[in-house]
Structure formats: C-alpha cells, structure tokens
C-alpha cells in the first residue's frame, strides 16, 4: 500500500468494526476525495449515509464533529487542506481540545481532522499551520511517514478519546508502497527511529524524513553516521527517544518543513532544555524555512523548504562543532554534572 | 415531570420553572457582578426546552442557561457552585460555569467565551442522533447578535441540506450588547436569512409562553418524523442590562418600562389566575418563598471556600483526567 492508501484502508476498516464512525468532507463522495483520499469508501459507505459530502463551511464541518462526538459519534473530517483549519480554530482547538479538561473527562471528544499539507504534487496548499495547533492544549497531532505507520496511527488516532489532527504530506501520499500488518498498533506520541547513528541525531517529520534519509546516506560515505527520528506525532512529543538519541550523540539537528517560529522546532528545543533541567549536553543546529509565506513560484517554493543539500549540510557542520559534551558527561540525574 | 401545556399539571410546572429559573437569576444578579441577567426572557428559554425527552440534546443560548438546567432536574446548589467555580462544582472549577452550566452528553454548553459555535455543536447531535436513527432531536437556542457569526450560518445551512433533526431558536432579545438588532441583522431578520437556507421558518411572540410551546412542539414533531430542521424566531426583549454593569446608554428607560408591561411570567400567570388555577396569593407566596431558597442556595455557594486542588492535572487529554478523578 501507499500512505493514502493505506490511511483510506484504516478508515474503512474502522468504519467496518465501529458503526459510530461517519466521514465529512468536501468532494469525498463519488468524486472519491480530492487526491483520491476517499477511494474506494463510497461504494461502501455512501449507500449507508456514512461518507458526507459537506458544502464549504470548515467551521461547521468541524463545530459539528465536535458537537456529534460529544454526543457518542466518533466522526473524521476530511479538510482538504491543512491551511484551512486556520478557520476552524474556535470549535477544533480552543473548545473542543479543551472539553475533557473543562469536564473531568465526563465529556470527550473523539474525532479526527484529516488534513493534507506540504509542497507537492498538487501545487499550493502547503501551510501546516502547525504551530498554531501545537499552541492548544489537549489536541494530538499526527503526521505518518510510512505506510505502516500510517495505518496504524489512523486506526490510533480513531480511537483516541481526544481530537486529533492527521497531517497527510502531500509529497508521500502517493509514494512508496510498503506491506501493512493491519493487526500492528502503535501508540500516538511514540517517536520513531528510522536509521541509528552515532554522530548526529536528526529530527524531522514528513517530508523531512525521507530527505534526512537521503542527507543520511550520502553523509555516511563521508564518514558522517546520522541517527534520524521520526517523531510521528508532534503532540504529545516523545521527548525521551529525542533526548536518549542526543545524549549518546552530543549534536542535534532539527530539520522542519513549518515556520520556524513557535513552532516543533523551538518546542523541541524548550522540552529538551526543560528535560535537562537547563543544562545540555549537546549542540543544536536547525534547518528551517525563513519566516515568510510559502511562495508559490516553483522554484521559490523548492528554495523556502529545506533540501536534502540543506539537510545535510546542516549535519556536516553540527559534525564539525565540539559537542559541548559526550554520554560520559551528562549530568547525574537531579543535579548537574 | 410534566410539562404538558395541555394539563393543569403541566401548565403549573411550566410556571414554576419560570418561577425558578427566575429566581435563580435574581439571586445571581444579587451575588455575581459578573452575572448575564435572563429576566424577561423565560417563555423563550421554558418553553422552548421544556417537554422535550431526557435523551433529546440540548444547547440552550447562555442567557437562560441555567433555567433550562434547573428545569431538566440540575441541583441549584451544584449549579450555583459550578457558577462560582467552587468545590462542590461537578467540573472541580475547571468549568466557566457563570456563563452555561457543565455539559454532559445531552447538554451542550459554552466551552470557552466564544458565541456561535454551540449552535455547530448542536448540529454535530443532531447528525449523531440520525446518523444512530434514533427519534430524538437537538434543539439549540442562539441570541440575535450570535446569529451574525459565519459557523451559525454555515450550520444552518448544513442542516437544512442534510435534514437534520433539529430545533433551532432565536432567542432574539433585540441587542448584542449596546447594537440593536434592527441595525445589525442587515437585509432583513434572522427568519429571513433562515428561510434562504431553506429551513422552516416560524416567528413568534417570545413573551407568550404558550405561543413558544406549540411552535417548539411543531418543531419537534417534524424533526422527530425525519421532515429537518426549523428555527424558530422569538421576539422578547432584555428587561436587565447586557450584564451587571452596563450603564445601558443605549436604550430609554420608556422603552424597557414598555416591555415590563409584557413580562412573561405575570402574563401566563395572569391566565392561569384568569383560569382558576392558581390563587393569586398562592402565586404572590410561592414566587416568594423560591426567590427566598434560591437566594439563600446562591449565597452559601458565594461563600463556599474555594477549589482546594489548584491545578489537579497538568495534562488536558481525556485519558490522564480519567486517571485523576
Ligand atoms: C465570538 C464572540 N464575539 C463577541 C463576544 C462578546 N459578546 C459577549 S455577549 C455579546 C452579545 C451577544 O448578543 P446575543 O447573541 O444577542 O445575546 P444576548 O447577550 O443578547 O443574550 C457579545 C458581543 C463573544 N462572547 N463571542
């Protein structure tokens, strides 16, 4: 399966098992989803009145996934677009985020906000808006890198009892095909370790990944060895597997794809130096776009979003600086070293 | 219990909820500075949520929330407490309770200051309700100037296309704090906007109880047998200020003087005397002795200590508050 295709079969099967699962999006039904991100679902589901088209109306769209899932549903928005959630803020992020903390839990709200983001093949649409989402407390965020983890995190993210927002990157959709076990689960705010290394920890999501593979690889014949993580979800944030990796390494690299201002990038950094207790053992470096619009010209796009040259060269310096300290130098736990 | 206008019984358990509601408003306007007075706007509020099924969801409009709560069995105490955010507050004082008292499945409230998005909330039931085929209905009720906002629009409009089992209501009291209706509802009235969306559209005298009751029961009914959603459009008028204290510059004192003359309580009541049904004594001694009790339960939870647990949890996910409580 392909990342898409592989997030359509998780919702199909969850509509299978769970009759309280319904999709909502705009064009999801016979025209099967923009990006074919609804393939195949209507026949199945659209008989029944469980794949709803919806007219343009993101507020409402969301405002009521929010109001059904309190009710007992567990709908799943299909967004089109991540930039779009810019306009579903008040019920989504603001209300619906904060339901079970206002409630103690006695009410929840599980849904799931489908949202595609990135430079890609379709042209534009590519804000992740992401920092504003991490901003509010009590939503999760996903963004699968893998089929597999696409999968299964969709199947996670259905169940969740919180709203999450699956972030689908427009340029790995339709990528790679890789085998699905459909039994596998995999926790939301686990991160994921896609190549173990010695000299420099990369952390990245989405399209990130695949280039720091890339930066990786051609790093190695230099003599460089990367340890890229994937964080999967940016929140919660594993910080831990972040922190192992760059204690052990002494150097850290965040690539990311999103503005760089309140951002993963500097929340990474703030839970890093918290874990810490403000003293680190490591280097930091970033590679991020500048903080500006996405531009829409091919070639300023291709020049805002980090490249695998970027990403690499980024780890060649971090390499090249002292880590401040190795493992054998971090601090003692409770005190410092 | 019954709320049934048809039957002595229930038409004497609609004045008391009045009554009541009334009540516990007063003793908030009396103890809260912060308090949204809701006097004159209870036909809208009662009779718009009363007689509906304890599986039927509601969203009631923040001016008058606490009215419906009462009336659908709440504890005054624990909503008083929920209103000051003291510890016998069933959210612990996680909850803004002085604007809508905690939600539950079946009890939409505001979950933050922002108007307009509970009437989503309550479309999002109402797709609940018929996506399960269930025969219960949402009713949802919004004020005037919330009916100006895009998600209200935008909700109406879901609804209408999908057919939903839905009770819309316009609880329009003629002013968004200081902006009177008549200026902000450009291009006709909120019915006028509704019917575009292809709603049915009904427009009622909103100081008449009984006028309130039989639209809402049409309402109901046609939501109930699959026929979609309605709003209804209720005239009342805001015999307080927005709140506690507004220096109400905006309005004569001959106009609010006017509609005090058309309050909704003294005119159901009046019939119900007319009708021999109640004594106007009785009337005088039992509106009284609950203005009394609920004056008495609002000041004890003005003065209950404050939430011992400051901050219980650290996290806002649904999974670490079933661990803490
Ligand atoms: C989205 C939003 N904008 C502005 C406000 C500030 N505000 C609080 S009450 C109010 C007036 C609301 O008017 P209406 O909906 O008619 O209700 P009423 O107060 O008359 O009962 C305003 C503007 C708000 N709470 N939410």
């Known amino acids: ?255 990311e794809e999103s503005w760089p201002v309140a951002g993963p990038a500097s929340e990474i950094c703030a839970q890093l130096i918290r874990a810490v207790d403000g003293l680190p053992s490591f280097t930091v470096d970033f590679v991020e776009p500048p903080h500006t619009p996405v531009p829409f010209a091919a070639q300023l796009e291709a020049a805002f979003v980090p490249s695998i040259e970027n990403i690499a060269a980024a780890v060649s310096k971090a390499h090249g600086r002292n880590a401040i300290a190795r493992s054998t130098a971090v601090p003692a736990e409770g005190g410092a070293a | 219990m019954s709320f049934d206008h048809g039957t002595p019984e229930g038409r004497m358990n609609l004045w008391r909820a009045m009554v009541r509601g009334r009540a516990f408003d007063q003793a908030m306007c009396r103890h809260n500075n912060h308090w949204h007075e809701a006097r004159g706007e209870e036909a809208v509020f009662i009779g718009g949520f009363a007689q509906l099924e304890a599986d039927d969801i509601v969203a009631p409009h923040f001016r008058g929330a606490c009215a419906v709560s009462l009336m659908r069995g709440s504890d005054p105490a624990e909503l008083a407490a929920g209103v000051f955010g003291t510890d016998g507050s069933n959210s612990g004082g996680n909850w803004r309770g002085d604007i809508c008292p905690t939600p ?79 200026t902000a509802i450009a291009g006709g009235t909120v019915s006028d906007r509704a019917k575009a969306l292809g709603l049915e559209v009904v427009d009622v005298d909103g100081n008449d109880l009984e006028a309130v009751i039989s639209a809402r029961a049409t309402a109901v009914a046609r939501a109930r047998e699959g026929g979609g959603p309605t709003l209804i459009h209720a005239l009342t008028y805001r015999m307080g200020g927005h709140y506690m204290n507004d220096p109400e510059t905006y309005r004569t004192r001959d106009e609010v003087a006017a509609w005090e003359k058309l309050d909704p309580i003294t005119r159901f009541e009046q019939k119900l005397i007319v009708a021999g049904e109640l004594g106007a004594d009785e009337a005088a001694s039992e509106t009284l002795s609950l203005m009394a009790e609920m004056n008495d339960i609002v000041a004890a939870a003005k003065d209950a200590p404050p939430t011992e647990n400051l901050v219980l949890n650290p996290s806002a996910y649904a999974e670490d508050w079933r661990i803490a409580s």
Not at chain 1, 181 to 204: F, H, M, W, Y
Not at chain 1, 236 to 245: A, E, G, Q, V
């Open chain 2, 104 to 182: 539950s499945e079946r009890f939409i409230g505001m979950f933050s200051g922002s108007l307009g998005t509970t009437v989503a909330y309550a479309t999002g039931a109402a797709l609940h309700l018929q996506q399960r085929h269930l025969k219960n209905v949402a009713v949802c009720a919004f004020g005037d100037g919330t009916a100006n906002a895009g998600i209200v629009a935008e909700s109406m409009n879901l609804a209408s296309m999908l057919k939903l089992p839905l009770v819309f209501i316009c609880q329009n009291n003629q002013y968004a704090t200081s902006l009177p209706a008549t």
């Open chain 1, 1 to 255: 399966m392909t990342i898409s295709e592989a997030i359509v079969a998780a919702i199909g099967d969850a509509m299978d098992t769970d009759d309280s699962v319904y999709l909502l999006g705009q064009d999801i039904g016979i025209f099967e989803g923009p990006m074919q991100s609804t393939k195949g679902l209507w026949e199945r589901f659209g008989p029944a009145g469980r794949l709803i088209d919806a007219p343009i109306s993101e507020a409402s769209m969301v405002g009521s996934a929010v109001g059904a899932a309190m009710a007992g549903s567990r709908p799943i928005i299909d967004l089109m677009f991540a930039e779009f959630l810019a306009l579903t803020m008040t019920p989504l992020a603001l209300e619906g985020a904060s339901v079970a903390y206002r409630t103690r839990s006695g009410v929840t709200v599980p849904l799931v906000v489908r949202a595609k983001f990135g430079i890609g093949p379709h042209r534009g649409h590519a804000e992740s808006c992401i920092g504003m989402l991490m901003g509010f407390p009590g939503l999760k965020i996903v963004i699968p890198t893998s089929p597999q983890d696409a999968y299964s995190l969709m199947r996670a993210a259905i169940q969740d009892d919180n709203p999450v927002v699956f972030l689908e990157h427009m340029s790995l959709l339709h990528g790679a095909r890789a085998e699905v076990d459909t039994q596998l689960s995999i926790e939301i705010g686990t991160a994921s370790i896609r190549r173990p290394g010695n000299d420099v920890t990369v952390v990245a999501s989405g399209l990130m990944v695949s280039r720091a593979l890339r930066a990786a690889k051609a790093l190695a014949a230099e003599g460089i060895d990367v340890e890229l993580i994937d964080t999967r979800s940016m929140a919660p944030l594993d910080i831990s597997t972040i922190l192992k990796s760059v204690q052990r390494t002494g150097r850290l690299v965040i690539a």
